[in-house]
């Protein structure tokens, strides 16, 4: 292919400036996850925290699935013919950009913001545990013998947990008011944190934006932006109000918008699993010039030239 073909094929994703070409990246990058999936679902993997992290992955693919399906919109007609003409609706986009967002910082903090495999395993072991923790919330509700058997024995899988952190040897490090950190993560079913050593420091959603390295200030309040769609604020209902007026396509330019933060958290994702997972890269690379160079695009204008998945954009010249 020609460069100048190369870099026109290219171009219409960086921008995607309409929800068709929108949803053929979404296309891209399904295609790739279902081809890792399909080559390296049987890897060998050492620990339960990379097998989890290998349903992650297909986790996120059906996300994105989800997430093109969304951008076909809408339509009704009522039983006396009366229609609602086709829409698309910013807020349930927002909402599945948010979730996308939290995965991918999520698989950031626990997989590569990581210094060391204990640090990794005890930011592991407090998300399982946070899960665990929510889940047997619904202890009132619990009616069946074997859900009630199943709750039991995750009670014994959080002490579990609790211990194994406990004994680490990361943990024994700690001073007393580190360690007391970590038992506040636990008590409070969280597992947002990074080291500095054997200093614990708390971490917000919306901060890791900056463990995911991601330059200057172009993300910085995007959690907060997406979390005001994602809930039913009033910003949410009169922005709402605005968006669909007989003749307005306000809603379309929004969605674009924020489909680009999806396409950054998509692309950082990929980076940061074959990072994890380096033979991952083979699958990647078996892919078209324009598809590596398009997904790698968004990861790297969200992190710069160190975070590449590969060389793949020196094609474009």
């Avoid at 069946?144 to 943990?171: D, H, P, T």
């Avoid at 506040?184 to 934006?209: A, C, H, P, Q």
Wanted: net charge neutral.
């Amino acid at each position: 292919m020609e460069i100048e073909e190369l870099r026109k094929q290219c171009k219409r994703f960086f921008w995607c400036e309409s929800i068709p070409v929108c949803q053929e990246l979404l296309d891209i990058y399904a295609n790739f996850f279902f081809e890792a999936v399909i080559h390296h679902n049987y890897d060998q993997v050492k620990t339960q925290a990379d097998a989890d992290a290998k349903m992650v992955f297909q986790m996120m693919m059906t996300k994105v699935l989800h997430l093109k399906n969304v951008l076909n919109g809408v339509d009704f007609t009522s039983k006396n013919g009366k229609s609602l003409n086709n829409i698309i609706d910013p807020t349930i986009v927002a909402s599945l950009i948010r979730n996308i967002y939290e995965t991918t910082g999520m698989f950031n903090l626990i997989y590569q913001e990581s210094k060391t495999e204990e640090e990794k395993q005890i930011k592991y072991l407090l998300w399982v545990h946070a899960g665990l923790s929510y889940r047997n919330r619904f202890d009132g509700v619990i009616t069946l013998k074997e859900n009630k058997n199943k709750m039991e024995n995750e009670l014994k899988q959080m002490e579990s947990i609790r211990s194994e952190i406990e004994q680490s040897s990361l943990f024994k490090s700690m001073d007393n008011k580190n360690q007391g950190k970590i038992r506040t993560m636990i008590k409070k079913k969280d597992y947002l944190i990074k080291f500095n050593g054997n200093e614990v420091v708390f971490l917000s959603w919306r901060e890791l934006v900056q463990s995911m390295d991601i330059k200057g200030d172009k993300l910085n309040q995007i959690y907060t932006y997406f979390s005001l769609y994602a809930h039913p604020s009033n910003v949410a209902v009169f922005q709402f109000a605005n968006m669909f007026g007989k003749k307005d396509t306000a809603y379309k330019d929004i969605v674009i918008f924020n489909l680009q933060t999806a396409f950054m958290m998509l692309s950082i994702f990929i980076a940061d699993y074959i990072k994890t997972f380096p033979e991952v890269l083979k699958t990647y690379e078996k892919m078209g010039l324009v598809e590596q160079i398009v997904i790698n695009f968004h990861n790297r204008i969200a992190r710069g030239g160190n975070y590449d998945i590969n060389e793949s954009w020196k094609a474009t010249g």
